[in-house]
């Protein structure tokens, strides 16, 4: 059993930053992968950004350039470092946690942070 503790949400103005963070603890046996994931209202939820463990990343499009994704292996922990944030980032961000054991993998989810983009 993993569990994720997500924390960094909140209100900030158009071209502001946040930075989410988010610790996996528990029965972690391998993390292959970390993700952070956003959902807006009657939307559906979409990936922002992913790590490996390796530290190779990727991010959609409308994030290039202005978020930036870290983990610390050691302690389980990934980050989302958020900046020139928009009207359209705002949502609720999801941390997702890869795990795997022999041949399986396992996805873990946080409980979700809200961010919220306004003038």
């Known amino acids: 059993q993993v569990q994720l503790v997500e924390s960094g949400g909140g209100l900030v103005q158009p071209g502001g930053s946040l930075r989410l963070s988010c610790a996996a603890s528990?029965?972690?046996?391998?993390?292959?992968?970390m993700a952070w994931y956003r959902q807006a209202p009657g939307k559906e939820r979409e990936l922002v950004a992913a790590?490996?463990?390796?530290?190779?990343?990727s991010y959609r499009d409308s994030v290039k350039g202005r978020f930036a994704i870290s983990r610390d292996n050691a302690k389980n922990t990934v980050s989302l470092q958020m900046n020139s944030l928009k009207p359209e980032d705002a949502a609720v961000y999801y941390c997702?946690?890869?795990?795997?054991?022999?041949?399986?993998?396992?996805?873990?989810w946080g409980q979700g942070t809200q961010v919220t983009v306004s003038s």
């Open positions: 997702m946690v890869r795990t795997r054991f022999r041949f399986f993998d396992h996805d873990y």
């Open positions: 528990g029965r972690v046996f391998s993390i292959s992968a």
């Open positions: 790590i490996t463990r390796e530290g190779d990343t």
